[in-house]
């Protein structure tokens, strides 16, 4: 989907500030963030939809449109429920990096709009990817899934993973805390079929008990690198790294999947990676309330 085809959309009325010479660019998905600094998150191409919860003062637009054009973007829709409109800051930062930056009106969500190009995306005969699969299979089951707290939108990631590709797992922290369950798709009943009998795992739901989750979040430490494959106490697992606000392995999540991935197929194993990245996503957005929270008891 180009941004003239999304800016000229029906319904979004979304008001071009800078860079209409550039709209010619295509939108390969769609990231919203209120992080200042979104790179790890970004794999380029991505149309950046943020709420300015990140804005304090006005170097920080300098900052953050800088942190998006080095992560090759595509663009950038800026909302108004927060500061009432897009400040002048922000158009000067996005004209002097060539960023096109495109004003949301305060009635439409950033929902609507990844709507939009998530359907452009899956339009029949394109052959979608993994990803946009995931998240087809998501919207299919639970719509407004994304806009849920955090760990009830991985959750709801983690049974589309399960359901799409047989992959059963679960979001755990770095110090062995549960921070998304998954749920009893076709993917966890052929990992677990013992499940009931099997002491590791919780008999009221697919889960690993706190002994279990421990194992395997001092597992994810020790890998030299990530993703990796484990056997703790008899079972397989694969660890994937979800990268958290700083390089510091302690502000991440584990993305733990049953199985070793040298025994998936190609497109199991690059579901798996998407699947991480969705996940990734989660986080950062869960750590962009925080802020905005942290900003507001400052105040």
């Known amino acids: ?8 959309a029906p319904g979004l009325r979304l008001r071009v500030l800078a860079g209409q010479e550039d709209l010619d660019r295509p939108i390969a998905g769609v990231f919203t963030t209120d992080l200042l600094d979104p790179r790890r998150y970004l794999a380029g191409g991505e149309l950046v939809l943020t709420g300015l919860m990140w804005r304090r003062t006005e170097a920080d637009s300098g900052t953050f449109v800088a942190a998006l054009a080095g992560a090759g ?25 060539r960023l096109p930056l495109f004003e949301v009106p305060v009635d439409v969500s950033f929902a609507a709009i990844t709507e939009q190009v998530l359907r452009s995306l899956l339009a029949p ?3 979608p990817d993994v990803r946009h699969r995931l998240l087809a299979a998501a919207d299919a089951a639970t719509p407004g899934w994304d806009t849920r707290p955090t760990a009830g939108a991985v959750t709801v990631l983690l049974a589309a993973a399960d359901a799409e590709y047989g992959l059963a797992g679960w979001a755990v922290s770095a ?19 013992n499940a009931r009998a099997d002491r590791s795992l919780a008999a009221a739901g697919p889960g690993p008990d706190a002994g279990l989750r421990l194992a395997l979040a001092r597992a994810g430490l020790a890998a030299p690198e990530l993703p990796a494959s484990v056997t703790l106490e008899g079972t ?11 390089a510091h392995p302690l502000a991440g999540w584990f993305l733990v999947l049953a199985g070793d991935a040298a025994a998936w197929d190609g497109e199991q194993r690059a579901a798996a990676a998407e699947l991480a990245g969705l996940v990734a996503g989660q986080l950062a957005r869960d ?5 905005a929270a942290r900003r507001s008891a400052d105040a």
Not at 176 to 192: D, N, T
Not at 236 to 246: D, E, K, M, N
């Open 175 to 193: 110090t062995g805390r549960l921070v998304a369950p998954g749920l009893s798709g076709p993917g966890w009943v052929a990992a677990f079929p």
């Open 73 to 97: 973007v595509a663009a950038l829709g800026a909302g108004d429920a927060a500061l009432g409109s897009v400040p002048p800051d922000l158009v000067d930062a996005c004209r002097e990096y």
């Open 287 to 291: 750590e962009g309330g925080r802020q």
């Open 236 to 246: 397989p697992f694969t660890l994937y790294q979800v990268a958290g606000p700083s």
């Open 1 to 8: 989907m180009l941004l003239r085809t999304l800016v000229a």
């Open 125 to 127: 005969g394109e052959g």
